[in-house]
Nanobody, 125 residues
C-alpha cells in the first residue's frame, strides 16, 4: 500500500490550507484514516481521524473547530482542511491508514500500519 500526501506549504497565520492523501494498493473505502503531525523536537501528535464510512470523525483539542477531515472513497483520497492556521500548527503532516477493515477512528499511532511520506506545513506569524 502507498500513501501520497500533498498540499503543504508556507502560509501566514489565519490563512488556510488543504492537505490531500491518495491511497493505492488497498481497498481504501474499507479503512479508517488518520492525520498526525510532528513538529521539530516533538513526538508524533494525533490531529484528526475518520472512520471507513466517513460518518465518524475525531479531532485533537488543539485543532477542533478549525480543521475538517473528510474522505472521497471514489478517489481513494482523504483530506484535511486546515483553517485559521496558527504558528503552532507548523509541523510535518502525515496521513495513515488503519490496520483492519471497518475500524473506526483512533488516536493511537500503533493502530495505523502504513504511513505517507509527510508534507511540510509552515505557518508564519
Amino acid at each position: 500500500v502507498q500513501l501520497q500526501a500533498s498540499g503543504g506549504g508556507l502560509v501566514q497565520a489565519g490563512e488556510s490550507l488543504r492537505l490531500s492523501c491518495v491511497v493505492s494498493g488497498r481497498a481504501f473505502g474499507y479503512y479508517g484514516m488518520g492525520w498526525f503531525r510532528q513538529a521539530p523536537g516533538k513526538e508524533h501528535e494525533f490531529v484528526a481521524g475518520i472512520s471507513w464510512s466517513g460518518y465518524t470523525t475525531d479531532y485533537s483539542d488543539s485543532v477542533r473547530g478549525r480543521f475538517i477531515i473528510s474522505r472521497d472513497n471514489a478517489k481513494n483520497t482523504v483530506y484535511l482542511q486546515m483553517n485559521v492556521l496558527k504558528p503552532e500548527d507548523t509541523a510535518v503532516y502525515y496521513c495513515a491508514i488503519r490496520h483492519r477493515r471497518y475500524d473506526t477512528t483512533s488516536r493511537l499511532k500503533d493502530d495505523y500500519n502504513d504511513w505517507g511520506q509527510g508534507t511540510q506545513v509552515t505557518v508564519s506569524s
